[in-house]
């Protein structure tokens, strides 16, 4: 007999069971939206507090910066009266000549016009002679003006030193012109200027060997000096 029971098919697939579990995959959840928000202001506030920093600290720099300044214009100005009150003490002479209408032909010292000539901390002795009172180097300047000329003398004009009122003279500066070179008004100046060390109790004065061949006339002949 032929067995109709026995096939050589695969047996059906058996059904799943209800009751069995199967794993579901499910999608990872999405941020919430507050979390978003808290974000989002915090990058704003640091951008914000980070502008605030930048703009403070240009405001201190400037502030900074115009302080400095204004101490330094400060200091300057302070300096600067300083050094102009301490010039405006330093000792100084500007001595005017003593006008004269007639005058012999002999040597001599200047006469200087004492109520219109400027003096600080210098004292005057004789009407020709400058005393020294504060020690120090000192710029000594002179200008002799000739109206009249004397072919048998030079026109010379010589400043003379001497240690104290009985000291003996010695020329420590000399200044020649001559008339000769000038075609137009018959007049010379013979100027110099020099640094000279003096002690207090020197006396100056302004020697010419002829004293009617100066010209006396306002801002002509002149001599001065200030301590550098």
């Excluded at 020709?128 to 504060?134: A, D, H, V």
């Amino acid at each position: 007999m032929i067995n109709t029971y026995q096939t050589s098919l695969p047996a059906p697939p058996v059904p799943p069971r209800l009751n069995r579990s199967h794993p579901v995959f499910m999608p990872a959840p999405l941020p919430s939206q507050g979390n978003s928000k808290t974000l989002i202001r915090f990058l704003v506030g640091a951008v914000l507090l980070h502008l605030l920093l930048s703009v403070g600290g240009f405001i201190y720099l400037y502030h900074l910066h115009q302080m400095d300044k204004f101490h330094s214009a400060e200091g300057k100005a302070a300096f600067l009266s300083s050094e102009k009150q301490r010039t405006s003490y330093k000792p100084m002479a500007r001595m005017i000549v003593q006008q004269k209408s007639e005058l012999k032909s002999i040597s001599g010292y200047l006469e200087w016009d004492i109520h219109h000539s400027d003096l600080r901390a210098i004292n005057y002795y004789r009407n020709s002679w400058l005393t020294i009172m504060e020690p120090g180097d000192y710029y000594v300047f002179s200008r002799v003006t000739f109206s009249k000329g004397n072919s048998e003398i030079p026109l010379v004009s010589m400043v003379k030193k001497r240690e104290n009122e009985t000291g003996a003279e010695m020329t420590v500066m000399q200044a020649f012109c001559s008339l000769e070179t000038h075609s137009g008004p018959r007049s010379c100046t013979a100027t110099q200027g020099e640094v000279i060390t003096l002690k207090k109790g020197n006396q100056l004065s302004v020697w010419v060997q002829d004293l009617s061949l100066v010209d006396y006339n306002e801002g002509a002949t002149a001599f001065g000096m200030y301590r550098i």
